[in-house]
Nanobody, 115 residues
Framework: QVQLVESGGDLVQPGGSLRLSCAAS????????MGWFRQAPGKERELVAT???????NYAHSVKGRFIISRDNAKNTVYLQMNSLNPDDTAVYYC?????????WGQGTQVTVSS
């Protein structure tokens, strides 16, 4: 029904910035929430940021003030601007979308923060 494709993951130095993109395709008209989760090795998947259809945002405490989630509604695309990156941000980042009855996930994109 809905497909999500992430891009933008890379190797970046501490203090650097990176922007992730997630393009949604298929039956996207009923999507209420889009956002990002991440999973580091040996840890559970955790919420990073979400953005609702009414533009309400939700951020993990660890990224508040550093990351910004935004969207281009015409393109069904969400972005995650990541600033002041540190090694604790190293993880696979997954795009997420939700409608009333279903959740959708992208395949993940690797972000590595290391000097």
């Amino acid at each position: 029904q809905v497909q999500l494709v992430e891009s933008g993951g890379d190797l970046v130095q501490p203090g650097g910035s990176l922007r992730l993109s997630c393009a949604a395709s298929g039956s996207t008209y009923a999507l209420n929430v889009m956002g990002w989760f991440r999973q580091a090795p040996g840890k559970e998947r955790e919420l990073v940021a979400t953005l609702t259809r009414t533009l309400v945002t939700n951020y993990a405490h660890s990224v508040k003030g550093r990351f910004i989630i935004s969207r281009d509604n015409a393109k069904n695309t969400v972005y995650l601007q990541m600033n002041s990156l540190n090694p604790d941000d190293t993880a696979v980042y997954y795009c997420y979308a939700r409608e009333s009855l279903s959740d959708y996930w992208g395949q993940g994109t690797q972000v590595t923060v290391s000097s």
